[in-house]
């Protein structure tokens, strides 16, 4: 095991373990330290100001600390008080995983931290993106509720074949984009492709206006009036660079509404609009209206379509209340309504998310097809038939019968038995010597094997993955790796001064001149500036006056050689107590 567990974890499944890997403490560097530091110590300031109530309080519940990097068994510790618990994973994993993660109270955390040149943003996830944004606001109930109600919802959301392609090029920009030494012509053709993919999107899927309300919600959400918005969303309440800008007239405000799923955003860019909910409670209100416009709720011929397209594994749910999962690669309609359907390879039966037994993938290798609806000239289904109705219309054990659906699909053969579920219905029809036909074509004949006929009038439910997750190996996921950086010698000597700084201010060495580390610095590292902020905190908060304006008019050139640091160097001296001059 990779990681350490808890009550939480061990409920999830295990195509969802598949995706979490060690944290490796011990390989942050005192650079990725100070990067945290500076992050947390800088939005503490600001968003103190600006973020919603639930931030600040919540930052203390969660147990993210501003001085170091979370640990995130520490974390675990904490969270399992909010009934939450976090994983970390290796940069952005499949949409519909994360949100099922989710769905299980596990926020994913991806543990590795953005570099000093992307101080500001980046658009990999990283531990400070999840850790500090994503995991104070769950420490508010009714937000903690609607993330966990988003990713129950959402990890049942028909995906494209198009929506894997634009996840796989996101991934792909944002482990380039980390890793030291890639070619600004690679970044840009990684660029290139995402923005011709997002053009050709097609119709988008479910999964694609979901995934574009967790971004406006979740990930850069506002909340309270249009006039006087605060920060509730991870993307903000992480970037230190948006956090501001996102506050200016610049970015447009737009009331909350279920259009945000219409909304595409550009990870690529910054947001030119950003959504305000008046309260958490809103959120829930819009998620459940925008399920109730997705196959999960409305099933029928359109659901079963979506799943087709997908060529995902998918299930439809019938009116019985069976459940088929497979591959579904057919559908036959009449009147606007499915009469038959077809799954390809291999495939399961359920009832309530449950598997029903001998009907499991190895019954159902090759796949799985069924009639469904009324009969001809029969009123009542067969669903509502009563053991009298069914012994009437001869559906009852060692009767040959030609069944004649609507639609022109005819089941011949003789029963072999039947299956209820609780309820005292009828799901499933077991023939032997069975053919299934439409308008005299053949869509399945056996003399030995067994068939099993589906049981149900209409289609009331098709979602993503399947019923029983006991039923397929899902374990099948293979990333591409994020890129672990390596230093050369310029590099290690820069990550040594910054170690000694760090273990200076935590009383661990204070034998340390910071004098010489600074005159190193200075002189081998000019275009290196964090470093030289903390060493300015440590004058002023040690008095050392004359030191202090030192390192500051040090910043100065610094900020004159490379004008794109000057607002972070003085968002740095800002944080700390201005030098007193006599």
């Known amino acids: 095991m990779t990681y350490e567990s808890n009550p939480i974890l061990d409920k999830l499944p295990q195509h969802l373990k598949q995706y979490i890997k060690p944290q490796n403490y011990e390989d942050y560097t005192a650079i990725n330290q ?59 994993i499949p949409p519909a995983a994360f949100m099922e993660f989710q769905a299980y109270n596990v926020l994913v955390i991806a543990s590795d931290i953005r570099q000093l040149e992307h101080i500001e943003y980046t658009p990999a996830p990283d531990i400070i993106h999840e850790g500090a944004g994503h995991a104070p606001i769950i420490a508010n109930p009714e937000y903690s509720e609607y993330l966990r109600r988003f990713g129950e919802i959402g990890c049942k959301a028909v995906s494209s074949a198009k929506d894997f392609e634009l996840y796989e090029a996101v991934r792909h920009l944002s482990i380039i984009k980390e890793a030291q030494g890639t070619a600004n012509s690679e970044i840009e053709e990684a660029e290139k492709l995402i923005e011709e993919l997002q053009e050709n999107m097609g119709e988008p899927s479910e999964m694609a206006l979901i995934r574009n309300l967790h971004w406006w919600t979740v990930e850069y959400g506002l909340i309270g009036t249009i006039e006087n918005p605060k920060i509730y969303g991870a993307g903000l309440l992480s970037s230190i660079g948006e ?92 009147d606007g309504s499915p009469i038959y359907f077809q799954t390809k390879g291999k495939s399961a039966l359920a009832y309530r998310e449950k598997e029903l037994v001998g009907q499991d993938t190895n019954q159902h290798a090759t796949g799985f097809g069924s009639p469904i609806g009324r009969l001809k000239g029969i009123n009542i289904p067969i669903e509502e038939m009563s053991p009298r109705d069914l012994k009437a219309y001869k559906i009852y054990e060692g009767e040959h019968v030609s069944l004649d ?128 902020v903390e060493l300015y905190e440590l004058a002023v908060t040690n008095g050392d006056t004359g030191f202090a304006t030192e390192i500051k008019q040090h910043l100065e050139k610094v900020k004159q050689d490379n004008p794109s640091l000057g607002h972070l160097i003085d968002d740095g001296l800002n944080l700390v107590e201005p030098v007193k001059t006599t």
């Open 34 to 92: 100070a990067v945290w530091r500076y992050v947390m110590r800088k939005n503490v300031d600001y968003l103190s100001q600006v973020a919603h109530g639930s931030y600040l309080d919540g930052l203390q519940k969660t147990g993210i600390a501003i001085d170091h990097i979370p640990n995130m068994y520490g974390m675990n510790r904490i969270l399992k008080d909010l009934g939450w618990a976090a994983v970390a994973v290796d940069g952005f």
């Open 243 to 334: 956090s501001a800008w996102c506050m200016t007239d610049e970015v447009k405000k737009i009331p909350y509404s279920i259009a945000a799923a219409h909304t595409p955003f550009d990870i690529t860019k910054p947001q030119p609009q950003l959504f305000v909910t008046p309260d958490f409670a809103f959120l829930s209100q819009v998620l459940e209206d925008f399920a109730n416009t997705m196959a999960l709720r409305t099933g029928g011929l359109s659901g079963i379509q979506k799943l087709i397209n997908s060529k995902e594994l998918g299930t439809i749910e019938l009116s019985t209340g069976l459940q088929v999962s497979g591959n579904f690669n057919n559908v036959i309609a009449h």
């Open 405 to 532: 659906f609507v639609g022109n699909i005819n089941v011949s053969g003789k029963i072999i038995t039947g299956t209820r579920n609780l309820q005292g219905q009828i799901i499933l029809i077991t023939f032997e010597n069975c053919k299934v036909t439409h308008k005299g074509k053949v869509l399945f004949k056996s003399e030995k094997e067994l068939y099993n006929m589906a049981i149900g009038e209409h289609i009331v439910s098709a979602f993503n993955g399947p019923a029983d997750l006991k039923s397929f190996d899902l374990i099948d996921h293979e990333l591409s790796k994020t890129i672990a950086n390596t230093n050369d010698d310029t590099a290690n000597e820069l990550e040594t001064y910054y170690h000694q700084i760090r273990e200076f201010r935590e009383g661990k060495n204070t034998t340390i001149s910071r004098h010489k580390v600074f005159k190193e610095v200075q002189q081998k590292f000019s275009k290196d500036w964090l470093l030289s």
